[in-house]
């Protein structure tokens, strides 16, 4: 054997090219699965998925990827590197080297249960007299925004990233006495002209979820990668919202692997750095799509459902408090404070 494959190696060329086969079937899977999808599993389990991918997975490595989601029977607090394997938008995984290792957090199987609010937010503007019912109730003028700022920054609350809320729940790293989390959903251009100018003034940590097929389009109401990566540049956090933003209840596996894989590399391509949170789109998800998650490598997870009580038995059910456009700094109080004290 002369050329290329012999200087592979036996056993390389041997796994380069079943890594090879893998990803030329894979595509003609996804390509078919986009074709139709009736008849969805509802689980992995169904899927007939996790037997392959841990026998792929044993291939590479010695020990099978650890993932964030259900705490297992270990001593303590510990850390493990994150697996090698990158996910691809297929059923299967692609061994490639990672350029910045992440720590993965090994759940150390202790049960939490934490208060803390993780407030949502869409566009940051002035609904225009056209605006719609829907636009009006998505929108929180930049005066109004910077009030609930400066309202949370009075009262001692402290921003953290939702990263921070995740190690806390699972490994049990401390948090602020008062903290709160920021969110932005959909990736409007608008959460960059007028949220994080005031973010920043204030030295305040924002968690933004993007659509990354739309701003693969180019639309202008949406940020372009340019403005994400000067985002993140500037300690913000980045997470996904999926692909095209479907609800992805009662989708196929492979629909699914889609939106929330591929979504996942756009933003690691530009940003050189993990995601490791999303958010549902409109809220829809089934265990199919937490299943999806968890093996993607994805830490957690934010839901549309009200409440700020948050549990290392749920991270993929975060819950969160809704600001309403209508809301004035008296209705931010007495909203926030009501799920404070109906977590």
Wanted: glycine share 8%.
């Amino acid at each position: 054997m002369s050329g290329p494959m012999s200087r592979l190696g036996g056993r390389h060329a041997a796994l380069f090219l079943v890594s090879t086969a893998l990803v030329l079937g894979t595509l003609l899977l996804v390509r078919a699965e986009v074709k139709g999808m009736e008849g969805a599993p509802t689980s992995v389990e169904e899927a007939g998925i996790d037997t392959s991918w841990s026998r792929l997975a044993s291939l590479a490595r010695p020990r099978p990827p650890i993932l964030v989601g259900r705490p297992l029977p270990v001593s303590g607090p510990s850390l493990t590197e994150a697996p090698l394997f990158v996910p691809t938008a297929s059923p299967f995984r692609r061994l490639l080297p990672s350029p910045t290792p992440a720590p993965l957090p090994t759940p150390d199987g202790v049960n939490r249960r934490v208060v803390v609010p993780i407030l949502m937010y869409h566009h940051v503007a002035v609904a225009g007299p056209e605006a719609d019912a829907i636009r009006t109730d998505l929108s929180v003028s930049p005066a109004r925004f910077e009030a609930q700022l400066r309202y949370l920054i009075e009262r001692g609350y402290q921003p953290i990233a939702l990263r921070d809320l995740i190690m806390h729940i699972q490994v049990g790293e401390p948090l602020p006495l008062k903290p709160v989390v920021l969110t932005f959903d959909d990736g409007f251009k608008d959460q960059f002209t007028n949220a994080y100018p005031l973010l920043k003034r204030y030295g305040l940590r924002g968690t933004f979820f993007i659509i990354t097929g739309f701003v693969d389009e180019g639309r202008e109401e949406y940020m372009s990668w340019a403005d994400i990566e000067l985002l993140h540049a500037e300690g913000m956090e980045i997470g996904s919202h999926s692909y095209t933003h479907p609800s992805l209840r009662g989708k196929s596996f492979n629909y699914v692997v889609w939106q929330v894989l591929g979504s996942k590399e756009a933003i690691e391509a530009r940003t050189n750095d993990r995601v490791r949170l999303f958010s549902y789109p409109s809220g829809q998800y089934d265990k199919l799509v937490v299943d999806v998650l968890e093996s993607a490598g994805y830490w957690g997870a934010v839901t549309v459902e009200a409440g700020s009580l948050q549990s290392s038995q749920l991270p993929f059910e975060l819950r969160r408090i809704r600001v309403r456009g209508r809301y004035d700094l008296e209705d931010f109080d007495h909203w926030l404070n009501y799920w404070l004290s109906h977590p």
